[in-house]
């Protein structure tokens, strides 16, 4: 967003420290999330390095403010190896909410793809609606799991 107060990114391992703050600040078990990190992302045998292991709404003074993290998997579709980061864990400070960040974030998460998969096992009541907003429909009747529209 031109002019906004934060811009997106790619996260990287060293911002697992600050997203954990973060979560700590929104009663969504920081020290927990930070203890699984590397396993989950980083040391994650599905984890390629061309592949963004998240992104992150930063504010110019480096205060991390959001995220959508991409936690890899591979999988075998129709004989072919493919790559997916499934989405699995999305938040916005809410000093940040209703700008339009979350659906910058989820943008990001569809690029950083790459043609790949597109899954998420998280959806709450807000990213259930960014997912639909994005045309994405329900796999099944898990109600956890969307697919893009194409």
């Given at each position: 967003?031109?002019?906004?107060?934060?811009?997106?990114?790619?996260?990287?391992?060293?911002?697992?420290?600050?997203?954990?703050?973060?979560?700590?600040?929104?009663?969504?078990?920081?020290?927990?999330?930070?203890?699984?990190?590397?396993?989950?992302?980083?040391?994650?045998?599905?984890?390629?390095?061309?592949?963004?292991?998240?992104?992150?709404?930063?504010?110019?003074?480096?205060?991390?403010?959001?995220?959508?993290?991409?936690?890899?998997?591979?999988?075998?579709?129709?004989?072919?190896?493919?790559y997916v980061g499934i989405s699995v864990d999305t938040?916005?400070?809410?000093?940040?909410?209703?700008?339009?960040?979350?659906?910058?974030?989820?943008?990001?998460?569809?690029?950083?793809?790459?043609?790949?998969?597109?899954?998420?096992?998280?959806?709450?009541?807000?990213?259930?609606?960014?997912?639909?907003?994005?045309?994405?429909?329900?796999?099944?009747?898990?109600?956890?799991?969307?697919?893009?529209?194409?």
């Amino acid at each position: 967003m031109p002019g906004s107060p934060a811009r997106i990114r790619e996260c990287h391992p060293s911002d697992a420290g600050r997203i954990a703050h973060l979560k700590s600040m929104h009663d969504r078990q920081g020290e927990k999330w930070l203890g699984v990190f590397d396993w989950q992302f980083v040391d994650n045998p599905g984890h390629e390095s061309s592949h963004p292991i998240g992104w992150v709404l930063e504010t110019p003074d480096g205060e991390i403010v959001g995220h959508e993290m991409a936690m890899p998997h591979r999988f075998r579709v129709f004989g072919e190896q493919r790559y997916v980061g499934i989405s699995v864990d999305t938040f916005v400070d809410p000093r940040f909410q209703g700008r339009g960040f979350g659906k910058d974030l989820f943008d990001a998460y569809f690029e950083g793809q790459r043609g790949g998969l597109v899954l998420s096992t998280s959806a709450n009541q807000i990213t259930e609606y960014l997912w639909k907003k994005e045309g994405c429909s329900p796999i099944g009747d898990l109600g956890v799991s969307y697919q893009l529209p194409y």
